[in-house]
């Protein structure tokens, strides 16, 4: 594909996103997008949302309304926007089918420029660990959508697991660390060192994103700009950490000590078999254990860092992990955790 510059568009062209669609803006990772794209004053925002949705939609968001079951809603409330973010629920297949091709289709169709596919968590760039994890093919098929349309393209946010959610709640179906409980499964020692980012750091990411130029100016203008990534990840993280590394958090923030733990170690390929072995028997706890150890695997594919990180160029902050251990507790007392799968 030839190089785009903003030099060579026609008249009237604006080199910036101006105006923003969101699919769940108001669930887990929806919410935050939109309170940090509201943040910078920069954008419209429009919630696409099902008849009957109970979501809360902040205000200075537009609420439209749409029906996967009827395109021509979802063109019309996609008319005119430059940018589309998918976040969907797993329930999300009930409206008609595939909800997510649904989008796609009708962005095209709309003359979307940019889609944001539902992936959020490990490398959607290694189709080889997404397809033994099964999380993953629902990402391929979506970029290929994209790609095949000949449209929009597509930029995949490459956060990792999110700390919170994976840390808190059914933690030991996932990062290994179950905080009620007092114990903590180490994967083989436990020192695979790996990438992962909080809810605020991904709205903060989106944000910084949306916030860059649309095209570069012209050949010589190397700052980054929104379309450096188009057909590609934009890799961010939090915390390059490994389980050893939140174990630590995890004690700080509570207070206690090796001693008021049960820990154990286990070989990371023998849990994946036997959580995939799990999964096949009905157990859908042992999709997140197969998923989780997965990342986990001496191999360095959970560590995002070498391929370059973009929050320099996103202007993300540093984090304290114990800030937000205390956070994903807080979240989890208050309920927000709940639902999580």
Same mark, same amino acid.
Request: charged share 25%; net charge negative; glycine share 10%.
């Given at each position: 594909?030839?190089?785009?510059?903003?030099?060579?568009?026609?008249?009237?062209?604006?080199?910036?996103?101006?105006?923003?669609?969101?699919?769940?803006?108001?669930?887990?990772?929806?919410?935050?997008?939109?309170?940090?794209?509201?943040?910078?004053?920069?954008?419209?925002?429009?919630?696409?949302?099902?008849?009957?949705?109970?979501?809360?939609?902040?205000?200075?968001?537009?609420?439209?309304?749409? &029906?996967?079951? #009827? !395109?021509?809603? %979802?063109?019309?409330? @996609?008319? *005119?926007?430059? =940018?589309?973010?998918?976040?969907?629920? +797993?329930?999300?297949?009930?409206?008609?089918?595939?909800?997510?091709?649904?989008?796609?289709?009708?962005?095209?169709?709309?003359?979307?420029?940019?889609?944001?596919?539902?992936?959020?968590?490990? &490398?959607?760039? #290694? !189709?080889?660990? %997404?397809?033994?994890? @099964?999380? *993953?093919?629902? =990402?391929?098929?979506?970029?290929?959508? +994209?790609?095949?349309?000949?449209?929009?393209?597509?930029?995949?946010?490459?956060?990792?697991?999110?700390?919170?959610?994976?840390?808190?709640?059914?933690?030991?179906?996932?990062?290994?660390?179950?905080?009620?409980?007092?114990?903590?499964?180490?994967?083989?020692?436990?020192?695979?060192?790996?990438?992962?980012?909080?809810?605020?750091?991904?709205?903060?990411?989106?944000?910084?994103?949306?916030?860059?130029?649309?095209?570069?100016?012209?050949?010589?203008?190397?700052?980054?700009?929104?379309?450096?990534?188009?057909?590609?990840?934009?890799?961010?993280?939090?915390?390059?950490?490994?389980?050893?590394?939140?174990?630590?958090?995890?004690?700080?923030?509570?207070?206690?000590?090796?001693?008021?733990?049960?820990?154990?170690?286990?070989?990371?390929?023998?849990?994946?078999?036997?959580?995939?072995?799990?999964?096949?028997?009905?157990?859908?706890?042992?999709?997140?254990?197969?998923?989780?150890?997965?990342?986990?695997?001496?191999?360095?594919?959970?560590?995002?860092?070498?391929?370059?990180?973009?929050?320099?160029?996103?202007?993300?902050?540093?984090?304290?992990?114990?800030?937000?251990?205390?956070?994903?507790?807080?979240?989890?007392?208050?309920?927000?955790?709940?639902?999580?799968?």
């Amino acid at each position: 594909m030839p190089a785009k510059f903003a030099k060579d568009q026609p008249a009237g062209f604006v080199n910036r996103i101006e105006k923003v669609a969101i699919v769940g803006a108001g669930g887990s990772i929806g919410s935050y997008f939109t309170k940090h794209l509201l943040a910078t004053g920069k954008h419209q925002i429009t919630a696409l949302a099902r008849a009957g949705s109970t979501a809360r939609i902040p205000d200075g968001v537009r609420r439209v309304v749409i &029906d996967y079951n #009827n !395109e021509s809603t %979802l063109v019309e409330a @996609l008319k *005119g926007q430059d =940018f589309l973010v998918i976040t969907l629920g +797993v329930t999300a297949g009930r409206d008609g089918g595939n909800a997510e091709a649904k989008l796609i289709t009708a962005a095209a169709n709309a003359g979307v420029p940019y889609v944001m596919p539902n992936a959020y968590g490990p &490398d959607p760039l #290694n !189709e080889k660990m %997404l397809t033994q994890v @099964l999380v *993953g093919l629902p =990402f391929i098929a979506a970029k290929g959508l +994209v790609e095949k349309l000949g449209v929009s393209s597509w930029i995949a946010l490459a956060c990792g697991f999110w700390y919170e959610w994976s840390l808190v709640g059914m933690g030991q179906h996932r990062f290994g660390i179950d905080l009620a409980e007092r114990t903590v499964t180490f994967f083989d020692d436990g020192a695979e060192k790996i990438t992962t980012s909080t809810w605020e750091q991904c709205g903060r990411a989106l944000a910084g994103l949306l916030s860059l130029k649309r095209l570069p100016d012209d050949e010589n203008d190397k700052s980054p700009s929104v379309d450096n990534w188009a057909n590609n990840a934009v890799y961010i993280s939090s915390f390059r950490v490994n389980q050893k590394d939140m174990f630590e958090s995890a004690k700080r923030v509570t207070g206690t000590a090796d001693a008021d733990w049960k820990i154990e170690y286990v070989n990371s390929g023998k849990r994946f078999e036997d959580s995939v072995e799990a999964m096949k028997k009905g157990d859908m706890l042992g999709f997140s254990r197969q998923m989780y150890t997965r990342i986990f695997f001496p191999t360095g594919e959970g560590d995002h860092t070498k391929h370059g990180l973009a929050n320099e160029a996103l202007g993300l902050p540093e984090e304290d992990i114990d800030e937000s251990t205390e956070e994903g507790l807080r979240l989890e007392k208050t309920g927000v955790l709940v639902y999580a799968m």
